[in-house]
């Protein structure tokens, strides 16, 4: 099967030249200012749209195996592929715990089988998924797993996350750690700011995410373990960050569209506003956006994570933890950030595409002769609305209902095969 994509705006180098692009057998075979339609299987006519190396999303949630009546590692990689993405890192909130070889066949079985974009699925960093007690054989899983992570439980013991990153730097892999310090948290769902006060909710403080990413900064340091933050929220996370990386340690982070875009103002009470860590302050929100800036935030994930209708239908006090977010990242992203002139087209394709590659030794990011064809084909005039109904996800939690958005993903191809079309 070959396909052509005819004069695309090329995401090459880091600016965009308009080329044709010939893919055949899972590759990018020519690339050139002119292709002859002759002998081509598909065509593709994209003139006036941006050809980018198909997005990464370094933190989804698939709940497969386990709990598949949130979603299913089929529905979510459709999402993705919606989405833009051709590959995902899946967190290891399943079931089986994804800590031993066994336990991570049990994932990797399902996404040989269902998915329709490249999964790659992490390890726990201790067994159970505890966030204490046993860590796990990082040198047994190191050719599976992406990397590792307790993701939902911060590592309670540093004595724990000291060994696991010595154990983890020797496998040569990284370390992605969701950072909470669990004696902080006092039973708070909300961030503990105006919005927590006056209608009065239970709150989140600052201090438990930025306490153990200073712990961690300081274990990494000693260590040298490729260290990477998951869901950076506070203003103190950021400066943190910013520092550790002047100081040598090798650090990485990053945050989620919806803590670029909204604060705690932006709160009503209702589930789809609920997800840990939760959405700060607006001095928080300006403080991420500055780290996007100067590069102290290295990319941008969703924290893609699907529940029932049931489950979030409780309000802000009663619901899970958790939205979904692939569908809607780009435009999200596109419309606020770029269209706005904050930042260039190349710097949030960089943070989705490249930066993700590069931090976790993936495959892919360029557009040239004899890479992966791994490509996601951007309309950005194409005005829409966030309608969940319309989602391939089976979550349909999302703060951005109703949205208006400019700038939607209309083609991905992956390994060479087109797995989402809506031109």
Excluded at 105 to 124: E, G, L, M, W
């Amino acid at each position: 099967m070959t396909t052509l994509i005819k004069g695309a705006l090329c995401y090459i180098g880091d600016g965009f030249q308009q080329m044709d692009v010939l893919i055949k057998d899972g590759k990018i075979d020519t690339l050139s200012t002119s292709i002859s339609k002759n002998g081509v299987d598909a065509v593709i006519i994209a003139q006036d749209k941006y050809l980018v190396p198909g997005f990464v999303d370094v933190h989804v949630h698939l709940r497969q195996p386990g709990f598949s009546y949130k979603e299913t590692i089929k529905t979510g990689t459709l999402a993705a592929a919606a989405g833009g993405y051709t590959a995902v890192c899946s967190m290891p909130n399943v079931n089986p715990v994804p800590d031993s070889l066994e336990g991570i066949k049990a994932q990797t079985d399902i996404i040989d089988r269902d998915a329709v974009i490249n999964v790659y699925p992490f390890a726990s960093i201790t067994k159970g998924r505890q966030g204490k007690g046993e860590t796990v054989d990082f040198n047994a899983l190191k050719d599976i797993a992406v990397g590792f992570s307790d993701d939902g439980t911060g590592v309670q013991d540093d004595d724990v996350m000291l060994k696991a990153m010595t154990e983890c730097e020797k496998a040569g892999k990284i370390i992605s750690a969701h950072c909470e310090v669990n004696s902080l948290l006092h039973g708070g769902y909300i961030h503990d700011g105006e919005y927590c006060k006056e209608h009065h909710h239970k709150g989140i403080c600052s201090a438990s995410e930025y306490e153990q990413i200073e712990r961690d900064c300081r274990l990494a340091k000693k260590t040298g373990v490729h260290y990477h933050v998951c869901h950076i929220s506070t203003k103190e996370s950021v400066d943190i960050i910013r520092k550790a990386k002047a100081g040598g340690v090798n650090v990485t982070c990053e945050t989620g569209p919806h803590y670029l875009t909204m604060c705690d103002k932006d709160l009503q009470e209702d589930g789809r506003f609920k997800m840990n860590p939760p959405l700060r302050s607006e001095q928080d929100k300006q403080a991420l956006l500055q780290g996007v800036l100067d590069g102290t935030i290295d990319v941008i994930a969703t924290d893609h994570a699907p529940h029932s209708q049931e489950e979030k239908s409780k309000g802000l006090a009663g619901s899970a933890m958790g939205v979904v977010g692939l569908e809607t990242a780009f435009g999200v992203l596109y419309t606020k950030l770029v269209k706005t002139g904050f930042i260039p087209l190349t710097k949030l394709i960089g943070m989705m595409s490249v930066k993700p590659r590069q931090i976790f030794d993936l495959p892919g990011g360029k557009i040239a002769e004899g890479e992966v064809a791994d490509l996601a084909l951007l309309d950005l005039d194409k005005k829409w609305s966030v309608n969940p109904d319309e989602f391939l996800s089976m979550g349909r939690a999302t703060p951005f209902e109703g949205w208006q958005l400019c700038g939607k993903n209309v083609l991905t191809v992956c390994k060479g095969e087109i797995v989402y079309e809506a031109l």
